[in-house]
C-alpha cells in the first residue's frame, strides 16, 4: 500500500496523532513545553482562528509563567 493510500484509510485521530509525532521528532524544543494544547480540525479553518484566539489568550491569562505550545493538524478542503 503506498502512503496516499494509508493517509486516506486513516481516521482522524491517528492523523493527528501521527503529525503530532512527526513534529515532535522534528523539533526537540517542543518537548520542553509546560502545556500542550492540541487543536484537531477539518475544513473549519474560519472557526479554528476564533478557537486559537481563544485559547492563546486564556494561557496566557492564567499561565502567563508557563511555556505553552498549541498544535492545530488537519486539513483545509479546496
Do not use: W
Amino acid at each position: 500500500m503506498n502512503p496516499e493510500q494509508t493517509r486516506g484509510s486513516e481516521g482522524t485521530e491517528e492523523r493527528y496523532g501521527r503529525a503530532v509525532s512527526d513534529l515532535l521528532n522534528q523539533v526537540p524544543d517542543i518537548a520542553r513545553a509546560d502545556i500542550v494544547v492540541g487543536i484537531p480540525f477539518s475544513n473549519d479553518a474560519n472557526t479554528l482562528r476564533q478557537v486559537v484566539s481563544a485559547m492563546s489568550e486564556g494561557l496566557e491569562q492564567h499561565y502567563p509563567e508557563k511555556k505553552c505550545l498549541l498544535l492545530a493538524v488537519g486539513a483545509e478542503k479546496g
